[in-house]
């Protein structure tokens, strides 16, 4: 698989609390050196980015992170905030205990107050899949899907797991085919990503993408 293809799947990511103004801005220089699809950041280095990189980044940021049991109301306000400062792109989490109430429409409904709150720009509806059983998994896809959100997204990287393929493949079954794939947490080489984008994943998360195809070229070759 190509390189440049691969990395085109790629939010390239780094949400640590700790992180420097230092290593977000070398997160953004490999972005921009590797053309990857974004950078998922921190909410609060949104707006120094993009006084630094102006359009030359798509700039992707988390809310409700990374537990989820926020409020709709402030996970409105991050949303806003986040749009305000230059963001175009949102990857948000369910309030996961909802899920495990039972209560599927009340997650319905928030994740379509944050799609219409997104407007024109992308929302992924992170639903940590390590904490949810499949009947649950399955109705958060039929809830990412008639919330018309734009991707379902496996994890924060934050749980007790990340992407699976099991997961992946059960996602395809069951969102309508507007919906997108995100896969994030544990990936960890170079196969995973090929085997994540052929199995139908539009974007994947992860800090170490680029780091893994540097000394690879185009054609695969090291």
Request: hydrophobic fraction near 35%.
């Amino acid at each position: 698989m190509n390189k440049g293809f691969i990395l085109s799947h790629i939010d390239h990511t780094l949400l640590k609390a700790y992180a420097t103004w230092n290593d977000i801005k070398a997160l953004c220089d490999e972005a921009l050196e590797y053309k990857t699809a974004s950078v998922c950041v921190p909410q609060s280095y949104i707006k120094r980015i993009k006084e630094e990189y102006g359009d030359k980044l798509n700039i992707c940021t988390v809310v409700g992170f990374p537990l989820g049991y926020n409020s709709t109301e402030s996970k409105m306000v991050e949303i806003k905030n986040a749009l305000q400062n230059g963001a175009s792109e949102i990857d948000m989490v369910i309030n996961i205990s909802d899920v495990k109430n039972g209560d599927y429409k009340k997650v319905e409904e928030e994740i379509k107050i944050l799609k219409d709150t997104c407007g024109d720009k992308i929302l992924k509806v992170i639903v940590e899949t390590c904490y949810l059983t499949e009947e649950e998994k399955i109705e958060m896809c039929k809830a990412v899907s008639n919330a018309k959100a734009d991707f379902i997204k496996t994890s924060t990287g934050f749980g007790t797991g990340g992407a699976t393929m099991e997961d992946i493949l059960l996602f395809k079954k069951h969102i309508s085919e507007e919906v997108k794939i995100k896969a994030a947490g544990g990936v960890k080489t170079v196969d995973d990503l090929e085997a994540f984008i052929e199995a139908g994943c539009s974007r994947i998360g992860t800090s170490s993408a680029v780091s893994m195809l540097k000394g690879i070229n185009n054609n695969g070759e090291y």
